[in-house]
């Protein structure tokens, strides 16, 4: 079956560590995203690719860095500069469509949670 | 400022009851409205998509409203069951250049209980 996966499902980070999450679709898409999710509030984009070598901040990039060498693939790394790193974060992807999201839905994978140690 | 307001915040209800969930939204420009179920530990899973000429969806037991121009939309649930019990998310897509922009509520707990 076609999806997104994301590992691991816990992680944990040292005081000036950066830590690497994974995520990998085989829905063929060209769009993925990835997202914050803390509790009480909306998901929050970090940053998202439309297609291969190409990704754009999203609203809280600080801290993030992300590459996208492969259409499958879309590793979210976690620096040591994001002072507040505790949250769940979820990737997602879509057909890339010109003009904007269109009608297409976002597929989630079943996201990361990531704590402080 | 772009936002998306759910209510209530949480809401707890007895298995085979209906509810109804709220959410208005200040979003412009306006593209499509989206309702997603995210079970506890799991990613969301889209429920329905509606664009502003859409003032009614359905997907099973699950029924989506529309109005576009009071900018509310409610997901009315009918029998409820115990596998209900989710947060559920309303989110507007912007009308954007590359990529499209979502704005996500913060969503309603519902509870199913027997």
């Known amino acids: 079956d076609g999806g997104i996966t994301q590992s691991p499902k816990y992680l944990f980070r040292k005081e000036g560590q950066n830590v690497t999450l994974s995520c990998e679709q085989n829905?063929?898409?060209?769009?993925m995203y990835w997202y914050r999710q803390d509790p009480g509030q909306g998901l929050r984009l970090i940053y998202y690719?439309?297609?291969?070598?190409?990704?754009q901040k999203g609203d809280i990039a600080e801290g993030y860095s992300v590459s996208r060498e492969k259409k499958e693939s879309f590793p979210l790394t976690v620096t040591s500069a994001q002072k507040n790193p505790t949250a769940f974060y979820l990737c997602?992807?879509?057909?890339?469509?010109?003009?904007?999201?269109?009608?297409?839905?976002?597929?989630f994978g079943d996201g990361t949670r990531l704590s402080i140690l | 400022k772009n936002q998306v307001e759910q209510s209530p915040q949480s809401l707890i209800i007895l298995e085979g009851k209906n509810c109804t969930l709220q959410?208005?939204?200040?979003?412009?420009?306006?593209?499509?409205l989206r309702w997603y179920k995210q079970d506890t530990g799991r990613g969301p899973v889209s429920l329905t998509i509606?664009?502003?000429?859409?003032n009614t969806k359905s997907n099973g037991r699950y029924t989506a409203t529309l109005d576009a121009d009071t900018k509310q939309s409610s997901l009315h649930i009918t029998a409820s069951q115990l596998s209900d019990s989710a947060s559920y998310i309303c989110?507007?897509?912007?009308?954007?250049?590359?990529?499209?922009?979502?704005?996500f509520g913060q969503g309603t707990e519902l509870s199913v209980k027997p």
């Open positions: 989110v507007v897509a912007l009308i954007y250049n590359q990529g499209g922009k979502l704005i």
């Open positions: 959410c208005n939204y200040t979003v412009s420009p306006f593209s499509n």
């Open positions: 690719s439309q297609i291969v070598n190409d990704f």
């Open positions: 997602a992807s879509t057909t890339r469509l010109v003009g904007g999201l269109g009608v297409k839905p976002q597929h």
């Open positions: 509606m664009t502003f000429s859409e």
């Open positions: 829905l063929n898409h060209d769009a």
